[in-house]
């Protein structure tokens, strides 16, 4: 049985397909268009998901799409009449584009798949999943349990914005939920609007600026915004926000209450903005940890998964994994909407169809998931790259597994900047070693300049390592296995470094250039990193490229950042990691067994590339 899973219409659309269970081919429709976060149909992530499959569209049996239409219009509708008549500029400007078409999405949907396949012939095959099922079923039928508690948080689906539930063999069954317009999505979304952040692309940059401040308005936060019990349920007080009825995320009352008007982007940062990061991201903690606590209780289990995009907030991820009530845990590694199509498919597949999982009674090693690594979408076979590169001007010298593999580990020694464009492209945010940017974790000064000349981005902004998963304690105080990057833990206290009373009193950004450890450019100013654990079975030329590296320099970790710059989508083919390595600081690039050098090629090819992309 064939399944394809569409998100779309939001943000981050993207296709998947399943077949009998097993995940076939999945893709975000932005690495296509190099749109980011495009919220357009999937037709480029389609046709990707069927090729890999080698069929058309008649040979799928269900089309599924991640939520609702209807009932995310009437949540609408209700919005508006319980804020009438404020809100009307929002509201009408909201009905233009339904009335239009999103009232008619089946229609729209099937337009849109014959626009794919000509000879598509839609008959009760597209079927439709709540959102926050298709979260459900996207964290708990992926992992490697055969039951566990399932978690799904974010800004809201058609009415849902919390669900808890448990999922035992192919069963799932979601038993409270936390209805719009009270969300921690839209909580943290405004607070990322309010520090001058996009919403629902700069939520991890408040992540990433929180350590640096101190969380003096938490308590304002839990006494006025909301109104947090010790179960973890919640309610916003709504006089505060502005989302339900306006086009921003915050009112005048928000601001008074915490001390100005937002700041606008790309205004300087202060003091102040990081202490509010640092407070949103406390008060989001402590929700997850009560959410989860109840949770586990209840369900009498010690195995937990996690999806939507709160899920994606690594900090949290880590103190629900310390706080102990959690033994094991498993985050969908795509968990924001383009995880959507998958869990909709997945759903369709166990849940309306009735398939058995292939999960074993009490099976937990989280390697052992239905994941693959998440090396889900296109890749491209050696002749094709290099017909590629020719076809782009590049200069390239064709090497061996081993040739390749020893002479990147020599550049990244010495110091240089590697693009590395390997294997099957990841599914979701993160990067994990198909289409990243790697560098020496040793070196003092590596964060700054990949921040600043490669990334064009804010300096604050950490990056993550990629370590060896057999090596974890030798470096981190992480137990287990974290392969999605979606666990921030801190470094062992054996590789810190002591502070000078001088660098203890700093405050804010003085605190980024304070080498904090033996590998100062993944550590963080709180002496955390986010983690990805790199695993021979799921990347075995990542993992032998790090070995390498081990044995160069005793360091079984590299700095590891997604290929792209700031604003543009990963890289999805080896033309647009050419662009990208043309016009930026990277000096090496290793495509396939392709090995380029910046100082060898044409220097006409060079772009001006920091202002390509709009900022994120």
């Given amino acids: 049985m064939r399944i394809l899973g569409i998100s779309a219409y939001y943000h981050d659309s993207a296709a998947v397909l399943v077949?009998?269970?097993?995940?076939?081919?999945?893709?975000?429709?932005?690495?296509?268009?190099?749109?980011?976060?495009d919220p357009g149909f999937p037709k480029n992530a389609i046709r990707y998901c069927l090729a890999q499959e080698g069929v058309a569209l008649s040979n799928i049996d269900h089309v599924v799409f991640y939520d609702k239409p209807f009932l995310k219009f009437e949540r609408l509708l209700e919005t508006y009449l319980a804020f009438a008549p404020r809100g009307f500029t929002s509201f009408r400007q909201a009905m233009l584009v339904w009335i239009k078409e999103k009232l008619f999405q089946k229609k729209m949907l099937i337009d849109a798949l014959i626009d794919v396949d000509p000879n598509y012939s839609a008959g009760d095959q597209i079927l439709f999943t709540e959102?926050?099922?298709?979260?459900?079923?996207?964290?708990?039928?992926?992992?490697?349990?055969?039951?566990?508690?399932?978690?799904?948080?974010?800004?809201?689906?058609?009415?849902?914005?919390?669900?808890?539930?448990?999922?035992?063999?192919?069963?799932?069954?979601?038993?409270?939920?936390?209805?719009?317009?009270?969300?921690?999505?839209?909580?943290?979304?405004?607070?990322?609007?309010?520090?001058?952040?996009?919403?629902?692309?700069?939520?991890?940059?408040?992540?990433?600026?929180?350590?640096?401040?101190?969380?003096?308005?938490?308590?304002?936060?839990?006494d006025n915004l909301i109104d947090l019990k010790p179960d973890g349920s919640f309610r916003l007080d709504l006089s505060?926000?502005?989302?339900?009825?306006?086009?921003?995320?915050?009112?005048?009352?928000?601001?008074?209450?915490?001390?100005?008007?937002?700041?606008?982007?790309?205004?300087l940062l202060t003091q102040r903005h990081m202490d509010?990061?640092?407070?949103?991201?406390?008060?989001?903690?402590?929700?997850?940890l009560r959410l989860s606590r109840s949770l586990m209780a209840e369900n009498g289990t010690k195995n937990l998964c996690l999806a939507g995009g709160v899920a994606l907030n690594c900090v949290a991820n880590g103190k629900i994994l310390r706080d102990g009530h959690v033994k094991n845990l498993w985050i969908q590694p795509a968990a924001g909407d383009a995880g959507g199509a998958l869990g909709a498919a997945l759903a369709v597949y166990y849940w309306h169809c009735q398939k058995p999982r292939p999960v074993k009674e009490g099976e937990v090693k989280?390697?052992?998931?239905?994941?693959?690594?998440?090396?889900?979408?296109?890749?491209?076979?050696?002749?094709?790259?290099?017909?590629?590169?020719?076809?782009?001007?590049?200069?390239?010298?064709?090497?061996?597994?081993?040739?390749?593999?020893n002479q990147c580990s020599k550049d990244l020694v010495a110091g240089r900047a590697l693009g590395w464009f390997q294997g099957r492209m990841e599914f979701g945010p993160r990067a994990l070693g198909g289409r990243s940017i790697l560098g020496d974790p040793r070196s003092a000064d590596m964060q700054s300049v990949l921040n600043l000349k490669v990334k064009f981005r804010e300096s604050f902004r950490p990056f993550a390592p990629?370590?060896?998963?057999?090596?974890?304690?030798?470096?981190?105080?992480?137990?287990?296995?974290s392969p999605y990057m979606l666990l921030v833990d801190g470094v062992i206290p054996s590789r810190r470094l002591k502070m000078t009373p001088e660098q203890e009193a700093l405050f804010g950004i003085d605190k980024l250039n304070v080498a904090r450890s033996d590998i100062p450019a993944v550590t963080h100013v709180?002496?955390?990193?986010?983690i990805q654990t790199v695993h021979k079975e799921t990347n075995p030329k990542y993992h032998a490229l790090i070995t390498k590296f081990k044995e160069s320099t005793g360091c079984s970790l590299l700095v590891n950042t997604s290929f792209n710059v700031r604003g543009e989508p990963i890289v999805g083919s080896p033309q647009d990691a050419f662009r990208c390595f043309m016009g930026t600081?990277?000096?090496?690039?290793?495509?396939?067994?392709?090995?380029?050098?910046?100082?060898?090629?044409?220097?006409?090819?060079?772009?001006?590339?920091?202002?390509?992309f709009t900022l994120d």
């Avoid at 009112?251 to 790309?266: A, C, I, S, T, V």
């Avoid at 100082?599 to 390509?612: G, I, S």
């Fill in 19 to 37: 077949k009998d269970g097993v995940i076939i081919g999945a893709a975000q429709e932005e690495r296509f268009t190099r749109k980011k976060h």
């Fill in 131 to 222: 959102h926050h099922q298709s979260h459900a079923a996207s964290a708990f039928y992926p992992s490697p349990f055969d039951q566990a508690a399932v978690l799904t948080l974010d800004g809201v689906g058609e009415w849902t914005t919390t669900s808890a539930g448990f999922g035992h063999g192919n069963a799932l069954q979601i038993s409270r939920e936390i209805h719009f317009p009270h969300s921690l999505g839209l909580l943290y979304s405004a607070l990322t609007y309010y520090t001058g952040f996009r919403v629902n692309s700069g939520e991890y940059k408040v992540m990433g600026l929180a350590p640096y401040g101190e969380p003096k308005y938490a308590q304002l936060i839990l």
């Fill in 240 to 267: 505060y926000f502005n989302y339900c009825i306006g086009l921003t995320m915050t009112n005048d009352k928000f601001h008074k209450l915490l001390g100005g008007p937002p700041r606008q982007p790309e205004e």
């Fill in 276 to 288: 509010l990061a640092a407070s949103i991201q406390v008060v989001i903690e402590e929700a997850v």
């Fill in 366 to 405: 989280t390697t052992s998931d239905h994941m693959r690594g998440a090396y889900l979408g296109p890749e491209f076979s050696q002749d094709d790259i290099e017909a590629r590169l020719t076809e782009c001007g590049a200069k390239f010298s064709v090497l061996s597994e081993d040739e390749l593999i």
């Fill in 466 to 481: 990629s370590i060896l998963a057999e090596d974890i304690a030798d470096w981190f105080e992480l137990k287990g296995a």
């Fill in 526 to 530: 709180d002496y955390s990193a986010r």
């Fill in 585 to 612: 600081g990277i000096e090496t690039l290793a495509i396939g067994n392709c090995l380029l050098r910046k100082e060898e090629q044409d220097p006409a090819l060079m772009e001006d590339y920091k202002d390509k």
